[in-house]
């Protein structure tokens, strides 16, 4: 299953993207699912078993993540 997180404006999804790839995490941007709203359109899906070392990693990069996203069948 894989976790989706959003973000307020498309430099922080393609930062979030390249910050975790450059960590060795997958990680893709997607356009937003239709049972989320964001303001800038772009996601960025990611393994659900890396969430709680993304968070942090995000966090450590001041990568700012409106919000994420549990599993969820449709994504």
Known sequence: MDCIATFDTTH???????TCRNAGFSCKIVPVPRS???????????RAEDEAMI????????IEVLEYHPPDPGY
């Open 36 to 46: 989320i709203s964001a303001s800038c359109g772009l996601a960025c899906r990611f």
């Open 12 to 18: 922080m999804a393609i930062l979030f993207e390249k």
């Open 55 to 62: 968070r942090q990693l995000a966090m450590e990069h001041s």
